[in-house]
């Protein structure tokens, strides 16, 4: 058989990869669209497609130009692009090798995904305080996903792998489409109740179109209302969608959620035996200790002689009823010399003494008093006059004729009317 009219594939590639390379049409081409499946590489080379409502090619930009660019891309932005059109050897499949990008508005979808997100960060729906912890050993876990793809078999492979004794309920559900944002609503509410530990919800990878279930406002209430922690794993690490916001614990990816919603069994028995050594090392060490501190007890001299203990006590207690005696018989005789000092004293030999001289005192004090006193004054002749508001009259000038007075004298009261009044006038 002749083989010599075959070609390999790397040939086919390389003649058609020639053909676009000569093709003058294609050496420089200017075309508008939308970023989808965007990814940026560690080089700083990016990786993406361009569309728009019926077609899409893949592109590429080296890091060179890509350090040129004035904006951020991502999926959903609106650009224009000028590159070339080649073909990649390797898979066959042709390409745009981007050197200029420019911005040129954003795609319906990115606005309405950045103002859904904005209203409902605002409402509060991604604020951390209303975030559930995740169970450390959950008994059953429910996953709202697709029943077919890679998505749930990594999840279940991974869950298998990591923690087999965990059960999972699978809450089969459409993950694109018209209808799959109700549908994943109703297996959420549904998932509410099964008595589940934790929910893991998502998708494998996709574009913006492909993942915009999980940017429904309908489904970030739903996630939000939920009393089952929920574990977000929509598309891959660089994808970000309302639901992720929303949920309690966001995974990069559906593998990464399922090892973050159960431990590793492996880690777990490892850890357990690591305690079942410290804690029998920590046993013999306490024994150790105790037979030490019992080997001490046993050999004390204490234990050994133990009236020694009760001499040195007696003695001790001897001490204390000597002090008390002591201080009894002090306190004793304070209490005699004090009482001899009262007997002794001169008020209580000379009461009569003493009580004539304090009659005597008083008389004095008395008759002292009786000579300052006003009615003393009053007895020798004298008088107060005072006006009808009671105050004293201490000059002519205080009355009028016909005034009310009243005069006190040592032995009553008289009440008067002015007839008259006369004032004497003294020369200094």
């Excluded at 002749?2 to 003649?15: A, E, G, H, T």
């Excluded at 390379?21 to 499946?37: A, M």
């Excluded at 009894?328 to 009482?339: A, D, G, P, S």
């Amino acid at each position: 058989m002749n083989n010599s009219k075959y070609l390999s594939v790397s040939v086919i590639n390389r003649y058609l990869k020639d053909q676009f390379d000569r093709n003058e049409h294609l050496r420089t081409v200017f075309l508008k669209g939308e970023i989808s499946n965007f990814k940026g590489h560690t080089t700083g080379h990016l990786y993406f497609s361009l569309k728009d409502e019926t077609s899409r090619i893949n592109a590429i930009m080296f890091s060179s130009y890509a350090k040129k660019l004035t904006f951020t891309p991502c999926d959903g932005k609106k650009v224009l692009v000028s590159g070339r059109i080649s073909i990649y050897e390797a898979t066959g499949s042709y390409q745009i090798y981007v050197d200029d990008m420019q911005e040129d508005g954003l795609g319906n979808l990115y606005l309405a995904y950045e103002k859904l997100k904005a209203d409902l960060e605002k409402e509060g729906l991604f604020d951390q305080k209303y975030k559930k912890p995740i169970p450390k050993y959950p008994h059953r876990i429910g996953i709202v996903t697709a029943p077919t793809g890679a998505a749930i078999k990594d999840i279940l492979s991974t869950i298998k792998r990591r923690y087999p004794i965990c059960e999972t309920i699978l809450f089969p559900c459409l993950v694109q489409g018209e209808y799959a944002a109700d549908d994943i609503v109703n297996k959420i509410n549904l998932a509410n109740t099964y008595d589940l530990d934790v929910l893991i919800v998502g998708r494998g990878g996709g574009s913006i179109e492909d993942l915009w279930s999980f940017n429904e406002e309908k489904v970030a209430r739903a996630i939000f209302a939920s009393h089952i922690p929920i574990i977000s794993a929509v598309g891959h690490e660089i994808d970000f969608t309302i639901a992720d916001f929303v949920a309690d614990l966001r995974a990069p990816t559906p593998t990464g959620a399922a090892e973050m919603a159960v431990p590793n069994l492996n880690d777990l028995l490892i850890y357990i035996n690591q305690l079942n050594i410290r804690s029998k090392e920590a046993m013999h060490k306490i024994i150790n200790y105790k037979r030490l501190l019992i080997d001490s007890f046993k050999s004390s001299y204490v234990l050994k002689s133990p009236m020694i203990m009760f001499d040195s006590k007696k003695q001790k207690l001897d001490m204390i009823i000597e002090k008390i005696n002591n201080y009894i018989l002090k306190r004793t005789e304070n209490y005699r010399q004090h009482l001899e000092h009262i007997k002794a004293n001169y008020v209580l030999n000379n009461p009569q003494v003493i009580y004539k001289e304090k009659i005597n005192k008083l008389n004095n004090l008395t008759e002292k008093l009786e000579l300052v006193s006003p009615i003393h004054v009053l007895r020798r002749g004298y008088a107060i006059t005072m006006d009808k508001e009671n105050k004293v009259i201490k000059s002519i000038d205080q009355i009028k004729e016909n005034d009310n007075i009243n005069v006190t004298l040592a032995n009553g009261q008289i009440e008067a009317k002015v007839l008259k009044t006369v004032k004497e006038e003294h020369n200094g």
